[in-house]
């Protein structure tokens, strides 16, 4: 079991930058493939970044790519998504999630991940 709680969002001005923070208890945080999601008002949910458990690999969405970047502090039991030049497209609901998955195709789908935070609200302006 896993608990994950995300920080960090907030109201940003287009081309600024702000780091989302995800924090998770349970023992097993190190095991777990961790990704970012995010769903803006009457879309649905859309994946943003993963990152292997060791951290050794990661993946974007191309709408992020050269823009954001996942990691991980596996002795704080936190995965990080820094955002840099925002851009109002980016406003959204954003979410962690957590999961064991060996597809890479899954990675970055919602429906490999069995545990959700309850998200962080980042809105930014033009």
């Known amino acids: 079991q896993v608990q994950l709680v995300e920080s960090g969002g907030g109201l940003v001005q287009a081309g600024g930058s702000l780091r989302l923070s995800c924090a998770a208890s349970g023992r097993s945080f190190s095991s777990y493939d961790m990704g970012w999601f995010r769903q803006a008002p009457g879309k649905e949910r859309e994946f943003v970044a993963a990152?292997?458990?060791?951290?050794?690999?990661?993946y974007d969405a191309d709408s992020v790519k050269g823009r954001f970047t996942i990691s991980r502090d596996n002795a704080k039991n936190t995965v990080y998504l820094q955002m840099n030049s925002v851009k109002p497209e980016d406003t959204a609901v954003y979410y962690c999630?957590?999961?064991?998955?060996?597809?890479?195709?899954?990675?970055?789908?919602?429906?490999?991940?069995?545990?959700w935070g309850q998200g962080t609200q980042v809105t930014v302006s033009s």
């Open positions: 999630a957590a999961g064991f998955i060996h597809n890479i195709v899954v990675l970055t789908t919602t429906r490999g991940y069995d545990y």
């Open positions: 990152i292997r458990w060791s951290g050794a690999s990661t």
